[in-house]
C-alpha cells in the first residue's frame, strides 16, 4: 500500500503509530519532508499560480506522473521551464527518485545551456516543448501545461540525506560558470532554521 493510498483511506491516526509514518518524521530529505506535511493535511492547497491550484495529494499525484517518465537510476536531470506548478513538481519529481536537478533559464543563450548540462553531468532533461530548438542531444521528457495527472502510479521514494539536492550554477560573470552543489540535508537544516527564526504556519504563503 502506497502513502497515497494510506491518506485515502481515512487511516491517517492508526497510520501515525506505524514505524513507515516514524520515518517520514525523522526524514531529512526534502520530498519526505514534503509527505510529512502531505499527511498532516493531504487536502490543503499545497501550491498555486496564475492559472490553477493543487492540494498536497494533487500535487503528490503530479510528482508521481512526472517521476514515471524520468529514466530508471537518472542521478542529474537539467530542468529548463516556465516557472509554474509543472516546474515545481519536476524539481520534487527529481528529488523523490533520488536524483538533483540542476536549474536553468530557458531564454540562457545555447551555448551556456548546453556548457551547464555538460558540466553538471545531466543525463536527462525537463522542460517545455517550446524550448526544443535549445535541448542539447540527451534525453528530453517535455512536461506541459495540461499534463494528465495519474492518481494511482506512485513509485518509491529513494532520496537519501547525503544525496545532492540540486546543481546551482553562477553568473560566469568573472569567466566561466561554477556549479555549487547542495544536499538534502542541507536544505533541511536550512528550513528547521528558517522555521524557527521565523515561525510560518500554514496560512502564509510562499513567493517562488
Do not use: W
Not at 134 to 157: G, Q, S, V
Not at 172 to 180: D, F, H, L, N, Y
Amino acid at each position: 500500500m502506497t502513502e497515497i493510498q494510506k491518506v485515502q483511506n481515512e487511516n491517517i491516526e492508526s497510520y501515525k503509530n506505524t514505524e513507515e509514518y516514524k520515518k517520514y518524521m525523522d526524514s531529512n530529505t526534502i520530498y519526505l519532508n514534503y509527505i510529512k506535511k502531505l499527511l498532516e493535511n493531504p487536502n490543503k492547497i499545497a501550491i498555486f499560480d496564475e492559472e490553477k491550484s493543487l492540494t498536497r495529494l494533487s500535487l503528490n499525484n503530479l510528482i508521481n506522473t512526472i517521476s514515471n517518465k524520468i529514466p530508471k537510476n537518472t542521478k542529474r536531470v537539467g530542468i529548463i521551464m516556465d516557472h509554474n506548478i509543472e516546474m515545481i513538481a519536476s524539481i520534487l519529481a527529481v528529488l523523490k527518485i533520488g536524483g538533483a536537478y540542476i536549474p536553468i533559464e530557458p531564454f540562457f543563450p545555447k551555448n551556456r545551456i548546453e556548457f551547464v548540462l555538460k558540466d553538471g553531468n545531466a543525463t536527462c532533461i525537463i522542460t517545455n516543448k517550446k524550448y526544443s530548438n535549445k535541448m542539447p542531444d540527451l534525453e528530453i521528457i517535455y512536461i506541459e501545461r495540461d499534463i494528465e495527472i495519474e492518481n494511482n502510479c506512485n513509485i518509491d521514494c529513494y532520496a537519501n540525506p547525503e544525496d545532492i539536492a540540486y546543481i546551482l550554477y553562477t553568473s560566469g560573470s568573472t569567466g566561466m560558470p561554477k556549479g555549487v552543489a547542495v544536499t538534502n540535508k542541507n536544505v533541511c537544516h536550512y528550513a528547521r532554521g528558517f522555521i524557527n527564526e521565523f515561525s510560518p504556519n500554514d496560512n502564509d504563503i510562499m513567493m517562488q
